[in-house]
């Protein structure tokens, strides 16, 4: 049986147009585990529903800062 997902809210600073969002949602969403991102340019976040085990937030992350953007800690 597979684990139940899980959705984490990460906060993402640097975007600033639509580009940077589809850029954000190809990078996280390509990662094996991530079921469903959803990118808001408005509230600088990103909802990632996730399945634990399979991705880790720190891989989340470190997609999301190699695309050009900063996550505060």
Not at 5 to 33: W, Y
Not at 49 to 70: N, R, T, Y
């Amino acid at each position: 049986m597979s684990e139940a997902a899980k959705t984490i809210e990460f906060k993402i600073e640097g975007m600033d147009c639509a580009h940077c969002v589809k850029t954000i949602e190809t990078a996280v969403g390509g990662l094996p585990g991530v079921e469903e991102i959803k990118v808001s340019l408005a509230d600088n976040n990103a909802i990632v529903k996730l399945i634990p085990g399979q991705v880790s937030e720190g891989a989340i992350i470190e997609a999301i800062e190699d695309a050009g953007f900063d996550v505060p800690r």
